[in-house]
């Protein structure tokens, strides 16, 4: 028997398929940054989202840069985690893809991918004026590690450079399932996955690459 889960999120969608659903499989679920609320006199935060099962998503955002926090537990040193280096700004999409797991009949998420852009103004050289546009110089998926309990609601584990690694979002998931649970927050640094990193985690994981 095949059970498809679709179920309607304010401001997303969440959409888990799979066949013979059992304890300990793997999906994915989705929520977007659209459903979200202001946050008055708790700077640098500026929004705080739904999320999935229960998580919010507290955005922090300023003229050049922005963060991304997973509850409230330790919002500060969540918000300081950076994805992307180089260009003027640093914005990400509005769509979070969250990895859950089936427990005792639920979905409980464990870890998030989202992808992070750094970018820079084009400038008209015989003006030196703006034209409007903006040159994207990286683009990473961010794989993040959740923690239901404890002094940090999530941290950074891994980093999947887009432009370079041939099928980023599947390796992002592969990342996410072998290395959140184990991952130590703020002990453990993050890693950068490059396309030799990214074909011999493919490979071990048996997934064609």
Known sequence: MTIIIAAALSGGFLLLAGAQIAEGEIQSGYSSLEDCVE????????RRCSGYAGWDVYIGASEHSAGVAFSDRARDEQ?????VSGGLYQSFLERIEWRV??????????ATIHRWTASTPLIDDETGDFTGEVETV???LVVAALREEGPIGACHIAYVDTT????ANSVARAVADR????FRCGVDAPVRIGPGEAAQLMTRAGAEY
């Not at 797991?101 to 464990?110: A, E, I, K, N, Q």
């Not at 370079?164 to 099928?167: A, G, M, N």
């Open 39 to 46: 946050v008055e006199g708790s700077a640098p935060i500026n």
């Open 138 to 140: 990286a683009e990473v």
């Open 79 to 83: 918000l300081a985690q950076r994805a």
């Open 101 to 110: 797991r089936r427990s005792g009949g639920d979905w409980s998420p464990f």
């Open 179 to 182: 290395d959140a649970d184990g």
């Open 164 to 167: 370079e690694v041939h099928d």
